[in-house]
């Protein structure tokens, strides 16, 4: 009985050994069906490959040392640059003046103007515009009357005109107010536009008419291109000319646009917020249009150090040397005298059948020497040292 017992604590103490063991292997590990399935122990696997990647990114990448950051001064990224623009050059006393008058898109050229003539010292741009200013609102400026003083005063070289943006409104004729774009209104339209080319053109000036732009507005485009044709027809009849910058401010569908390429080829904003006014870039390109016409007319004299030729600022030649005296007077001798072949008839005569061995003729063909020159002759001269003639 009493070793019966004893075999039952020893199998119960087993037990709670094994029991033991196996739950701390379990918590240690626990096994999967995988596990089971193939072998194994995955958790361990992927410990030693957690292990091995571990040891390979330290080997990678080796820690870096911690460095001192004292005296050391990490250079902040310059700012980007833009080109200066040139230094206006100093004009002429006799420069040659362009006049420009309009409401504010003239203004606005003006502007772009004086920037594209700026190194040029020969043309100096002179812009009188008035912002509100047309031909149809005569009682708040009447242009014609303002230009015969301006030509007057200023006695430019050329004219450029360019309004019509503030033209869109009822006109008096009379007692009477014309609608815009009414029959009477168009004909006494086209007449103040050729009123105004007319007084400068007739003073044998160049005029430059430079047409309207294309505006957000969808009405105010298409009263635009309106106005253009009544400009181009009623400037040219005078003589004038009409300069359209309407492609440089659409797209290729003809629509408006707010930002586009400016002069030398850049994407670029050309128009302010309101659709109507033209930013720096804008003004450029306004002005790189009529620019051209005005070096047609008045040339490109952009070299800045011209110098004007006078009598009083040519160079002073260097002295003459002083006639020589001594003349050497030598006997003028005919290209056809015949002694100079060593004979004095002419070829078929008597003594011409046989030429002399001796003559000049002969020494040139047979042995190559010329005869010595005459006294006088230019390859006829005296060596100063030995006085021997050549």
Not at 71 to 90: D, F, L, M, N
Not at 154 to 170: F, H, S, Y
Not at 171 to 187: C, D, H, T, V, Y
Not at 260 to 280: A, I, K, M
């Amino acid at each position: 009985m009493a070793s019966r017992k004893l075999r039952l604590s020893a199998v119960v103490c087993a037990l709670l050994v094994f029991h033991l063991d196996a739950g701390a292997a379990f918590a240690q590990e626990r096994r999967t069906l995988f596990d089971f399935l193939f072998g194994g122990n995955r958790a361990s696997q992927r410990e030693e490959g957690y292990e091995r990647q571990r040891e390979q990114r330290i080997i990678r990448e080796p820690r870096q040392r911690n460095r001192p950051t004292t005296g050391r001064v990490v250079p902040a990224p310059a700012a980007p640059t833009t080109a200066a623009k040139p230094e206006p050059a100093q004009k002429f006393d006799n420069a040659r003046r362009v006049l420009v008058i309009g409401d504010f898109t003239a203004m606005s050229l003006g502007s772009g103007l004086e920037d594209a003539f700026a190194p040029d010292p020969s043309i100096v741009i002179s812009e009188h515009g008035e912002s509100a200013s047309g031909l149809v609102r005569q009682d708040h400026l009447e242009w014609p009357r303002e230009l015969a003083k301006l030509l007057a005063s200023e006695k430019p070289a050329l004219v450029i005109v360019m309004l019509g943006a503030n033209d869109r409104q009822q006109m008096q004729l009379g007692e009477n107010r014309e609608k815009f774009r009414s029959e009477k209104w168009m004909a006494e339209y086209e007449q103040r536009v050729g009123e105004l080319a007319k007084l400068v053109t007739d003073q044998k000036l160049p005029l430059l008419w430079v047409g309207l732009p294309a505006f957000q507005s969808p009405a105010l485009t298409a009263d635009a291109l309106t106005l253009n044709g009544i400009y181009r027809d009623q400037v040219e009849k005078v003589g004038g000319e009409f300069v359209d910058v309407w492609d440089g401010f659409v797209d290729e569908g003809g629509e408006f646009v707010m930002t586009g390429s400016d002069v030398n080829g850049q994407p670029v904003r050309l128009r302010g917020q309101d659709g109507v006014s033209f930013t720096t870039a804008g003004k450029r390109k306004l002005a790189f249009y009529a620019e051209k016409f005005i070096r047609r007319h008045l040339g490109d004299l952009s070299v800045g150090n011209l110098i004007r030729l006078d009598s009083g600022n040519l160079p002073l030649l260097s002295a003459v040397p002083p006639e020589n005296k001594a003349k050497v007077v030598s006997q003028p001798v005919a290209l056809t005298d015949p002694d100079l072949d060593g004979g004095k008839d002419l070829l078929g005569g008597q003594d011409s059948a046989v030429p002399s061995p001796d003559s000049p003729r002969n020494m040139l063909l047979t042995k190559g020497v010329l005869p010595s020159p005459p006294v006088g002759r230019v390859d006829y001269y005296q060596t100063e040292v030995t006085g021997s003639t050549q």
